[in-house]
């Protein structure tokens, strides 16, 4: 008798489609990408769909589309993309990925620059 000794995590991914279409810009993405385990976001729009509670479980009921609202850098100079769920208004946290469009991620990045979220009192 065979056992299967990859772990749940690499059975899931082999069942799974390799590509998906965006949902907001409708350009297929490829589910592997390269930084991160968990495809989570569009490469190309940067937008997201709430499918997970927590990172990877594919466990949210909310299924709708999440905006790309701002980026985090973090301690170590990682980039996450702050992204917001369109219907429920929860925010999560997504590592950008090797294949990000680096024109989007700049736009977003700069995005809070042009547009301040609190009053800037110039002098």
Known sequence: MRYDLRSHHERRRAAEPATFICKHCSRPVDLHAPGTRHRNHCPWCLW????DDHPGDRQSTCGCLMEPIGIWVKRDGEWAIIHRCTQCDAL????????????????LASHAI???PI???VR
């Open 114 to 116: 042009r547009h301040p």
């Open 119 to 121: 009053p800037l009192d």
């Open 48 to 51: 997201s769909l709430h499918v």
């Open 92 to 107: 999560r946290t997504n590592r950008i990925a090797g294949d990000d469009n680096d024109w989007a991620l700049m736009a």
